[in-house]
C-alpha cells in the first residue's frame, strides 16, 4: 500500500514539474520557418501514463511575407482502465470518487451507495415529427422487449461534472457494459481532468457484495429490463421475429399482402 501511494505521489511531483516547465519556457515565444507539427513526450510510472503535448499554431501577429508560428505546450492524463477488483482499491484507498454515467432507469434499478449520478444520455422528449417517429418505433420494440430508453446525449454532461468536480479530483466513472463511461472519461479528459479511471467491463462484471448498492436488483443485472427480463429467452426469441416480421412488412409490403392472401382463412 505504501508504495502505491508513493507511486502516486511521484506522478503528482512529476506533473507538477512538468507544469513548471511550461510556465518558464521560453518556447512559448513565437517561431519562425517551422512548419504546423505536434509531439508528445511521456512520462510514465506503474499507474498511469501523463503526456507533455506540443503544438505548433499561427500566432495572433501577422507580418507582410513572413509566416510567423507558436508553440503551446499542455499536460494530457492517460485514462486509466481497471477491473473491479483494482476499481474497488482506487475509491477504499486512494480517494477516488464513483461518478456513475447511466441513464436514470438503470440507475434507479441499482447503483453503488454513495456515487454521484451525471447521465451522459439522458430522455429524448423533443417533439419535433423525426424525433416522434423514432421514439415510436423504439418504445414498440427495443423498450418494450428489452426495456431501453429512448435517450438522446447530456449536452450538459461536462458542464455538469465540472460544478460538482475540480480537475484534480480523482473520479472512477462507472456504467453497465464500459462503453459510455469510456465516452464520458474522453470528454472528461478532454475538458482538463487529471485522474480518471473506469472500470472496463462496466457494472455488469461486479459480483454481488462487490460494492454496497442501492436498489430493487444486483448491480450486473440492472442493464436487464422488459419482456426479455420477465419471459427470459422465449420472449427474445418473440422479440426477434416480430421485429423481423414488422421490418419485412415495412421494407416488402408487396411481398408480405401477398404471402397473407396465401394463408387460408377460417
Not at 418494450?144 to 479530483?169: D, R
Request: proline share 5%; glycine share 6%; net charge positive.
Amino acid at each position: 500500500m505504501r508504495s502505491r501511494k508513493k507511486r502516486l505521489n511521484e506522478n503528482r511531483e512529476r506533473q507538477r514539474r512538468l507544469k513548471q516547465v511550461i510556465n518558464s519556457s521560453s518556447l512559448s515565444h513565437t517561431m519562425a520557418a517551422i512548419g504546423p507539427c505536434c509531439s508528445t513526450l511521456p512520462a510514465r510510472s506503474n499507474l498511469r501514463t501523463s503526456w507533455l503535448s506540443t503544438r505548433t499554431v499561427p500566432h495572433r501577429r501577422t507580418y507582410p511575407g513572413k509566416q510567423v508560428l507558436q508553440r503551446k505546450f499542455g499536460i494530457r492524463a492517460e485514462i486509466n482502465f481497471v477491473n473491479v477488483e483494482e476499481a474497488k482499491k482506487l475509491t477504499a484507498d486512494d480517494g477516488y470518487v464513483i461518478v456513475d454515467v447511466r441513464d436514470k432507469s438503470q440507475f434507479d434499478r441499482a447503483h453503488i451507495k454513495s456515487c454521484y449520478h451525471v447521465p451522459l444520455f439522458i430522455q429524448n422528449e423533443d417533439n419535433d415529427l423525426g424525433t416522434i417517429i423514432k421514439r415510436t418505433v423504439h418504445n414498440n420494440f427495443s423498450g418494450l422487449f428489452f426495456g431501453l430508453p429512448f435517450t438522446k446525449p447530456n449536452p450538459e454532461f461536462v458542464q455538469s461534472v465540472k460544478a460538482q468536480f475540480s480537475p484534480q479530483t480523482k473520479l472512477l466513472l462507472v456504467c453497465q457494459e464500459g462503453l459510455r463511461s469510456a465516452a464520458a472519461a474522453d470528454k472528461l479528459e478532454k475538458a482538463g481532468f487529471e485522474n480518471i479511471a473506469c472500470i472496463t467491463s462496466g457494472l455488469q462484471s461486479v459480483k454481488p457484495g462487490t460494492f454496497e448498492s442501492v436498489g430493487s436488483g444486483e448491480l450486473q443485472d440492472a442493464g436487464k429490463a422488459g419482456l426479455v427480463q420477465i419471459q427470459g429467452k422465449i420472449s427474445a426469441v418473440l422479440g426477434t421475429v416480430l421485429i423481423c416480421a414488422y421490418l419485412f412488412i415495412t421494407l416488402f409490403p408487396d411481398q408480405a399482402e401477398k404471402l397473407l392472401q396465401m394463408v387460408p382463412s377460417s
